[in-house]
């Protein structure tokens, strides 16, 4: 896992985060981010632009980790990812492809990857014991594509309807 991690906004890298300690975050504004008057709010009412954020400072942790689900879901995304469930760096680092809005996280030097989503075929009795455990099932880490990070406190099973059906 890269100790640098691209913050990147509307396809814009705008921001760097850093491992801070055990579990704390920094952010420092990248030229990017000059799209943005300074000191706006684009992100944040807590982070405007240009005003970096320390190590000492939980500000970019806390704006980080309400972009994660919390709970069993957090755990097992966790699980999945082989990290700490309060390592916001690490789970952002790893799930940060799919957070809410148009933030986006990659590791610094990975292009961020917008080519077509992959999905996998299922079929209708595959997709009805899906929603059927959706309160118990463990996600499905084995092909490595599940990237939600969908938030909130019911569980949720991303599906997509293709022309196939």
């Given amino acids: 896992m890269s100790n640098i991690l691209g913050l990147w906004l509307y396809g814009t890298r705008i921001a760097d985060l850093y491992r801070s300690g055990r579990y704390n975050i920094?952010?420092?504004?990248?030229?990017?981010?000059?799209?943005?008057?300074?000191?706006?709010?684009?992100?944040?009412?807590?982070?405007?632009?240009?005003?970096?954020?320390?190590?000492?400072?939980?500000?970019?942790?806390?704006?980080?980790?309400?972009?994660?689900?919390?709970?069993?879901?957090?755990?097992?995304?966790?699980?999945?990812?082989?990290?700490?469930?309060?390592?916001?760096?690490?789970l952002v680092g790893h799930f940060g492809a799919d957070l809410a809005g148009a933030i986006r996280v990659a590791p610094a030097g990975e292009a961020l990857d917008d080519g077509e989503p992959a999905y996998l075929p299922v079929s209708d009795a595959e997709l009805a014991a899906l929603l059927d455990g959706t309160d118990s099932a463990a996600f499905d880490f084995s092909h490595g594509a599940y990237r939600s990070t969908l938030a909130g406190f019911q569980p949720k099973l991303m599906v997509h309807r293709d022309q196939t059906g």
């Fill in 26 to 90: 920094m952010l420092t504004w990248r030229d990017g981010a000059d799209r943005w008057p300074d000191r706006s709010r684009i992100l944040s009412a807590s982070l405007p632009v240009g005003v970096d954020v320390s190590g000492r400072n939980q500000v970019a942790l806390d704006f980080l980790e309400n972009l994660l689900p919390d709970g069993p879901t957090k755990a097992s995304m966790a699980l999945g990812a082989r990290v700490h469930a309060e390592d916001t760096f690490a």
